[in-house]
C-alpha cells in the first residue's frame, strides 16, 4: 500500500513541475531575494543557491543578522563594479570563516539550459537556466555563473578561498575574465538604477579623491522573506524554460526587423539578452 502513495505522489510531482515550466513566467521565492535599501531607492536581489549554495547561505544568514545594514560601498569603479562590506573595507574579517570557492559546478549529460551561443569567447557554451546566465563545457562536465551586469558575487583577497562577507555588484560591462575565478551567487532584478547611482569612490589622476564620508551607505540588507508581505516587493520574471523564451532567442539573432538593413552577425552576447521582469501587483 506505502509503495503505490509513493508512487502517486512522485507522479502528481511530476505533473507539478511539468505545469509550472509551462508557464511563460515565475514568480520570485521571497525566500531566496534580498531587498538592499539605499539612500536613493530599492533593489531586488534574487539569489541562486542552486549553483552557489555556500555563498548563498552565507550571505543570508548575515543580512538576517543585519551585518550589511550602515556600512557602505567603498570600491566602485565606473563600468566595473561597486564593492561594500563591513568596517574599513578591508576583505578579510577575522570574525567570520573563509568559504571555499564555488567558480563553477558538476553536470552530467542529463543536464540542460537554454542555448545562447556556441562558441562564446569565455565558454563552449552559454545559456540561461531559472532566468540565470550560465557558461557550460561538455568537455569539463562543468557548468558557471557569469559575470554579467548586475551579478552579485563575493570578494576575495587573492588566494580563492578566501571570501567572507565583502561583495560586489556589477555596475557596467561585462568582466567575463573574472568567470570561474570568482563565486557569483545571484543577480539584481529590480532597481539597477539604483546601483548605477552608487556614488563612485574611484576617480581619474588628478581629480579629488572622493571622502569616504560620502560613500554610499547600505540603509539595510534583508531577506525578503522577513518582510511584512505587504513591504515586500513581489516580482516574477520571465521563465527561460518556456519554449516561447527560445523563440525570442531566435529571433533576436536572426534581428529580421526593418530596422536592420544591415544585418549584424548571428550571434547573441549573453550579458545583452535580459530576462524580462515585472511587478506583481
Known sequence: MMKKFTVVIISLLTVFNAVASDKEWRTLDPENAILLTLPHGKVVIELAPQFSPNHVKRFK?????????????????????????????????????????????????????????????????????????LGKSDKENKAWMLHCPGVIAMARTNA????????????????????????????VV??????????????????????????????????????????QIRLEIKNTEHPSYAKKLSDRRKRESAFFYKKPPPVLDICQTPVGVRMIK
Open 61 to 133: 544568514t548575515l543580512a538576517q543578522k543585519g551585518h550589511y545594514d550602515g556600512n557602505k560601498f567603498y570600491r566602485v569603479i565606473d563600468g566595473f563594479v561597486a564593492q561594500g562590506g563591513p568596517e574599513d573595507g578591508s576583505i578579510k574579517d577575522k570574525t567570520i570563516s573563509e568559504l571555499k570557492i564555488e567558480a563553477d559546478f558538476s553536470i552530467d549529460k542529463n543536464w540542460t539550459f537554454t542555448l545562447v551561443q556556441q562558441n562564446d569567447l569565455f565558454a563552449e557554451q552559454t545559456g540561461f537556466k531559472e532566468g540565470f546566465a
Open 160 to 187: 580563492p578561498d578566501t571570501a567572507t562577507s565583502h561583495f560586489y555588484i556589477t555596475n557596467g560591462q561585462a568582466p567575463r575574465y573574472l568567470d570561474r575565478i570568482m563565486t557569483v551567487f545571484g543577480r
Open 190 to 231: 529590480y532597481g539597477m538604477d539604483h546601483v548605477q547611482a552608487i556614488t563612485r569612490t574611484s576617480v581619474i589622476e588628478g581629480d579629488t579623491p572622493v571622502d569616504p564620508k560620502d560613500f554610499t551607505p547600505m540603509v539595510k540588507v534583508q531577506l525578503m522573506s522577513d518582510l511584512p508581505k505587504e513591504q
